[in-house]
Nanobody
Framework: VQLQACGGGLVQPGGSLSLSCAAS????????MSWYRQTPGKQRELVAG???????NYADSVKGRFTISRDNAKNSVYLQMNSLKPEDTAVYYC???????????WGQGTQVTVSS
C-alpha cells in the first residue's frame, strides 16, 4: 500500500496550494479518504474527509477555504487550499480507510508553510 502525497510548499498568506495524494494497493473506490495535518508538539488533526460515496466534511477552521475532492479513476484525492493563513502551516498527511474493515493507511506527509 502506498499513499503518495505531493503539492506542499511555501506560500504567502492569502495564497493557494493544491495537494494531491495518489493511492495504490487499496480498493480506492471503497475507501474513505481524508487529509490530516500536524504541527510539532500537537496531535494530528482532521482537516477534511471525503467518503467513498462523495460526501465531505471539514474542520471548522478550514470551512469555506479548503475543498477536498476525489477521482476514483485516478485513485487520487485532492485538497485545494485557498486563502491560506500562517496557522495552516503543518505537515499534511493523506489517510485512507477501507469501509468494510476500517483498515487505515497513512501517506508520508507533505510540508505546507504559510509565511511572508
Amino acid at each position: 500500500v502506498q499513499l503518495q502525497a505531493c503539492g506542499g510548499g511555501l506560500v504567502q498568506p492569502g495564497g493557494s496550494l493544491s495537494l494531491s495524494c495518489a493511492a495504490s494497493g487499496i480498493i480506492f473506490s471503497l475507501s474513505d479518504m481524508s487529509w490530516y495535518r500536524q504541527t510539532p508538539g500537537k496531535q494530528r488533526e482532521l482537516v477534511a474527509g471525503i467518503s467513498s460515496f462523495g460526501s465531505t466534511n471539514y474542520a471548522d477552521s478550514v470551512k469555506g477555504r479548503f475543498t477536498i475532492s476525489r477521482d476514483n479513476a485516478k485513485n487520487s484525492v485532492y485538497l485545494q487550499m485557498n486563502s491560506l493563513k500562517p496557522e495552516d502551516t503543518a505537515v499534511y498527511y493523506c489517510n485512507s480507510e477501507f469501509r468494510r474493515n476500517h483498515r487505515a493507511y497513512w501517506g508520508q506527509g507533505t510540508q505546507v508553510t504559510v509565511s511572508s
